[in-house]
């Protein structure tokens, strides 16, 4: 069972980082534990790619699980 899901910073009210992750829970910690006491954290996505996010700039975060995604016709 997959734990991955979207998870979407905004860093300084203009600009939006979204990834796509393997493990929610895991990004979800990390961006908890940065904003509690680190200065800068690292976040994989699902295609291995590592992203820099200076904790300080983030204005807000979205998640979004697997179960999250809405299924249908468009």
Excluded: P, Y
């Amino acid at each position: 069972m997959s734990n991955g899901g979207k998870i979407r910073v905004g860093i300084d009210g203009a600009r939006e980082l979204e990834l796509d992750v393997e493990d929610i829970d895991e990004a979800v910690a990390t961006l908890e534990k940065g904003i509690v006491g680190e200065t800068f954290i690292w976040l994989t996505d699902r295609q291995g790619t590592r992203h820099g996010i200076v904790t300080e700039r983030i204005a807000f975060l979205e998640v979004a699980g697997a179960s999250d995604r809405a299924v249908g016709f468009g």
